[in-house]
């Protein structure tokens, strides 16, 4: 059984820093890419960062420059770091895994979802 478990969320002020963490919980092969997403009350579920097996990052433009994905291959982990956060970043934000293989010798891949963590930015 694969789970992503997430945490780091919370409430800041803006300007202020948060650090999100996805840890994969089960033996896994490989995995193409891992993300972060993040919905808003009334929002579709965006993109906010991925970062592919050979450690290639995307951003989204609303956060390019004040965010940065990172991963731990070793603690099977990634992290959102989150800086100058601004009230518009308020969301619910998730973790994803694209493409995971389970078993080097099953070429069938499966995607996976964390159960979502709360940033609240709020004077």
């Known amino acids: 059984q694969v789970q992503l478990v997430e945490s780091g969320g919370g409430l800041v002020q803006p300007g202020g820093s948060l650090r999100l963490s996805c840890a994969v919980s089960g033996s896994i092969f490989s995995f193409n890419a891992m993300g972060w997403y993040r919905q808003a009350p009334g929002k579709q579920r965006e993109l906010v960062a991925s970062?592919?097996?050979?450690?290639?990052?995307n951003y989204a433009d609303s956060v390019r420059g004040r965010f940065t994905i990172s991963r731990d291959s070793d603690k099977k982990t990634v992290y959102l770091q989150m800086d100058s956060l601004r009230p518009e970043d308020t969301a619910v934000y998730y973790c994803?895994?694209?493409?995971?293989?389970?078993?080097?010798?099953?070429?069938?891949?499966?995607?996976?979802w964390g159960q979502g963590t709360q940033v609240t930015v709020s004077s």
């Open positions: 970062i592919t097996r050979g450690e290639r990052t």
């Open positions: 994803n895994a694209d493409g995971v293989r389970r078993y080097s010798w099953s070429p069938s891949t499966s995607n996976y």
